[in-house]
Structures are given as structure tokens and as C-alpha cells.
């Protein structure tokens, strides 16, 4: 098989259905590849939407571990060559998976590749084109990147962490290629309840990520002012 979708979920069923049927109805042909959800204990109607589309997922339950444990469940459980990850809040474009898996497909030398994306502005009903020039890995989002699943798997897939895309994506840079695909591919929803939109919890996970990797290290992959804020903090106290 090709490539898996996998969307991880908790008390999203509000989005869920948009991002289902934004999965099963890609471009690639159908038995090329998987739609795989992983619940992550829900306690609202995402068991109801995820009954509906019983034929057309794989869908695996398991009591709340949070999100890279959730992530974690779904590669092992995923078929395909390639995986893409698509928030449960967001959509992915007609052509997304067959895109990103050619460019994969022609560049061996790769263990991904992300492409640009639509941010909508929910509350202002706004849209506009985030295109990423050069690679920084603190503009990437994981919807919008495809992976070689053995890569994740070689390297030891994610880790407990706030910020756990950055440090997995430090982990995979650091042995392979990345290639970008200068093409909106991805619908990300900011809606004031998107799982990174506290900021206290977002300044708490760039403090982890320094004692685990330092500044120098995450400097070299990219500028993130939130990142250089936490670092102005730690250092005055």
C-alpha cells in the first residue's frame, strides 16, 4: 500500500467528519491507501461520527495517552510505505497524498516532504496562502508533511513531549533529506481552540525542548521568536 492518513482524535467530533471525508476522498486511488483514526478516549460524539465511516477507516480506540502515544498507535498500526498525518480539525487538499507521495517517489534520498498550506482564520472568515521558504522546522505543521513510515520507525517515533513534531522532526533531519513542494496542500483551521493555542502550555514546552536539546541545537534548525522568548526567560531566572 502506498500511503496511510492518519488522523488522531480527542473530543474533536465537532471537526472530525470535515477531515474523514477530506481523507476518503483523495486523488490516489482508493486501494492505494488507508484512512487510520486513532480515538484517543473521546468522551464526546466521536465514537457516533467515527461509527459512520466504520466501512471506509480503520479506526482504533484506546483510554487518553495524548498525542504522540496516539500518533505513536497509529504508525504501528498503519500499511502504508508512506504517512501523512491530518489534524482532526483540518482538511487536506483533492490532490495532497498523491502529490506529496510522488514528490517522495522521486527524491529516494528523502525521509519527507512538506509542502505550503491555506490557514482560515475562523472568527474573521479570512484566508490566505502560508508558503515556506527554506526550511525552518518551526513553521512546518504535522498535517502537512508526508513521511517515510520506516523512517519514523527507525528513529524511534515520537516522544512525550508539548512540542513532539520539533523534536521528531531534529531526530529524522539529522540522518536524512527533506523536500518542500512549493503547492498549498492543506486546510488549517484556526478556530481559538487548536491544541497549541495556550500560551502558557507553549512557553512550558519550549523550556523542555531547551533542557533536551539546548539552544545552539534548536537554532540551527530554523528562527522562532516564541523559542527566543522562553530562552530570554530562563536566562533571567
Given at each position: 500500500m502506498k500511503a496511510t492518513i492518519l488522523i488522531t482524535v480527542y473530543n474533536y467530533g465537532a471537526y472530525l467528519e470535515r477531515a474523514l471525508r477530506s481523507a476518503l476522498s483523495q486523488s490516489l486511488g482508493k486501494s492505494a491507501y488507508e484512512v487510520v483514526v486513532v480515538d484517543d478516549g473521546?468522551?464526546?460524539?466521536t465514537p457516533e461520527v467515527l461509527q459512520k465511516f466504520k466501512d471506509d477507516i480503520v479506526a482504533v480506540r484506546q483510554s487518553n495517552m495524548g498525542l504522540a502515544a496516539a500518533c505513536n498507535t497509529g504508525i504501528k498500526a498503519a500499511r502504508g510505505e508512506y504517512l501523512v498525518r491530518l489534524d482532526a480539525d483540518d482538511e487536506l487538499e483533492y490532490e495532497a497524498v498523491k502529490t506529496l507521495a510522488t514528490a517522495l517517489?522521486?527524491?529516494?534520498?528523502?525521509?519527507?516532504?512538506?509542502?505550503?498550506r491555506t490557514e482560515i482564520d475562523v472568527p474573521s472568515h479570512t484566508e490566505r496562502v502560508k508558503?515556506?521558504?527554506?526550511?525552518?522546522?518551526?513553521?512546518?505543521i504535522a498535517g502537512n508533511i508526508i513521511f517515510r513510515r520506516q523512517c519514523l520507525l527507525d528513529i524511534g517515533l515520537y516522544?512525550?513531549?508539548?512540542?513532539e513534531e520539533h523534536d521528531l522532526m531534529i531526530r529524522l533531519l539529522g540522518k536524512y533529506e527533506a523536500y518542500?513542494?512549493?503547492?498549498?496542500?492543506?486546510r488549517y483551521y484556526l478556530h481559538g481552540q487548536n491544541m497549541t493555542s495556550s500560551a502558557e502550555r507553549r512557553q512550558q514546552g519550549w523550556r523542555e525542548l531547551i533542557a533536551k536539546?539546548?539552544?545552539?541545537?534548536?537554532?540551527?534548525?530554523?528562527?522562532?521568536?516564541?523559542?527566543?522568548?522562553?530562552?530570554r526567560e530562563a536566562s533571567q531566572t
Open positions: 473521546s468522551t464526546d460524539n517517489d522521486n527524491h529516494p534520498e528523502c525521509a519527507l516532504a512538506f509542502a505550503d508558503r515556506l521558504e527554506g526550511l525552518n522546522i518551526y513553521e512546518l516522544n512525550r513531549l508539548y512540542w518542500h513542494v512549493p503547492q498549498p496542500l492543506y536539546w539546548g539552544l545552539d541545537e534548536l537554532r540551527k534548525w530554523g528562527h522562532c521568536e516564541e523559542l527566543e522568548e522562553a530562552a
